[in-house]
């Protein structure tokens, strides 16, 4: 379980938090090995200066074949701090990953962001059975493009139900639900 922190202000290229797996080729204990059965709730995340991405569970980088599967990630606050380079709250490459009755504030972020992202990252396997429903995606500043929740190419069976996208100032797109996945 991670619950009831504050995580705020990463350094640079960093994020607020990073939860992945160990390498599932690679010879060791973490051989064929998942990241799994994770809790992560009522936390208060915050990006700072540099943090293109506030909170991550997927692979550290697009040529690792790091997986992850059985996580939940509910009732967390995301705000972008203030950081004009922020671009997403929160996103997973985990199968069977639940995002639910989350807040994620895009204010001062990018000025095109999205709230919540389910899609791969590096060498594994699309995500499957994810879901990201009851989430609150607000910006208030002057956006070009603010998207709810994204999913990703390869994605299947992903449930998208319920989320909330509020952009009370001029807003040239607004995308709930941007779905390259197969549902």
Not at 91 to 97: E, L, P, Q, V
Not at 142 to 148: A, K, P, Q, Y
Request: glycine share 10%; with cysteine.
């Amino acid at each position: 379980f991670i619950s009831n922190n504050e995580l705020l202000n990463p350094a640079a290229n960093r994020h607020a938090l990073k939860l992945h797996a160990p390498d599932w080729t690679a010879a060791g204990l973490g051989y064929n090995q998942y990241s799994e059965s994770a809790v992560i709730s009522d936390n208060s995340f915050e990006g700072g200066d540099g943090v293109d991405w506030i909170v991550t569970i997927w692979p550290e980088d697009n040529s690792s074949d790091q997986r992850l599967r059985n996580i939940i990630f509910e009732r967390n606050v995301i705000r972008t701090g203030g950081d004009p380079d922020a671009q997403v709250a929160a996103i997973s490459g985990a199968d069977n990953s639940v995002m639910r009755n989350n807040i994620a504030d895009g204010t001062g972020g990018l000025r095109y962001f999205t709230g919540v992202s389910i899609m791969k990252r590096g060498l594994e396997p699309a995500q499957e059975n994810s879901s990201a429903y009851n989430n609150t995606i607000y910006c208030a500043d002057d956006v070009r493009e603010l998207t709810g929740v994204t999913v990703g190419n390869g994605s299947q069976n992903t449930f998208v139900h319920n989320n909330l996208l509020y952009a009370p100032n001029k807003i040239n797109a607004s995308i709930l639900v941007r779905d390259w996945g197969t549902n």
